[in-house]
């Protein structure tokens, strides 16, 4: 999916330091998510937003901050990071769903480790 | 809050065998979609279903929607290497979100 692009793919850093994680999309989806990933846990949602300047949080928003200022970009910031938040970072989007749901395009996702 | 089981977690079967994953409901869901997720990978859409009893074969793969939207499964037959990964599925929820299930990790040995 060339359409939606994470980065870095890679992060370690230090407990209490402030981390950004990016997202950019080229598909002009109204819908974006942010997802982690651990093990045992699958996919859990973070935070998401129904379109610009609308978001709202997801199951485990606690210690995570988001911004959308523009459709196609949608920034994780995790403003004092914990080890408990060492884990995979997937950011996902899709077109609003009517009668029906739409299905999720995946980025590549974003690797974080926290020391 | 609504939940999705899915079993189970991990399935380990020699190339040529069947594989199926289950997935549950604690609410009647609109719709639910499968993913599959190789090593490394990230998670790539495989299907929606939306009918109550919906039936949809892609290739070697069958999925299933139970009568009363609250179950469905994905049933995988002969298997071959290229099926390893982590196959979801995911129910929706309020506002386009989805609920994932935590996933069946599936090895296959040749």
């Known amino acids: 999916d060339a359409g939606i692009t994470q980065s870095p793919r890679y992060k370690i850093t230090e407990t209490g330091r402030q981390v950004t994680l990016m997202c950019h999309q080229t598909w002009s989806h109204s819908y974006m998510f942010w997802y982690r990933q651990d093990l045992g846990h699958g996919l859990r949602l973070i935070y998401y937003s129904a379109a610009a300047d609308i978001t709202d949080k997801g199951e485990v928003p606690d210690g995570y901050v988001v911004s959308r200022s523009k459709t196609e970009n949608f920034p994780l910031t995790l403003e004092s990071a914990t080890r408990s938040q060492t884990s995979v970072y997937f950011c996902?989007?899709?077109?609003?769903?009517?009668?029906?749901?739409?299905?999720?395009?995946f980025g590549d996702g974003t690797r974080l480790s926290i020391l | 809050g609504q939940q999705v089981m899915q079993i189970p977690q991990y399935q380990h079967v020699q190339e040529g065998e069947d594989f199926t994953t289950y997935c549950n409901s604690s609410?009647?869901?609109?719709?639910i979609q499968w993913y599959k997720q190789r090593p490394g990978g990230h998670p790539v859409f495989l299907i929606q279903l939306v009918k109550s009893g919906e039936v949809k074969k892609q290739k070697r793969l069958t999925f299933q929607f139970g009568e009363a939207k609250k179950n469905s499964s994905l049933h995988i037959t002969a298997t071959q290497t290229t099926d390893v990964g982590t196959y979801f599925c995911a129910g929706e929820g309020y506002g386009n979100k989805l609920v994932f299930g935590a996933g069946t990790i599936l090895r296959v040995k040749s």
């Open positions: 609410t009647t869901l609109s719709n």
């Open positions: 996902a989007s899709s077109r609003p769903g009517q009668d029906i749901g739409q299905p999720q395009h």
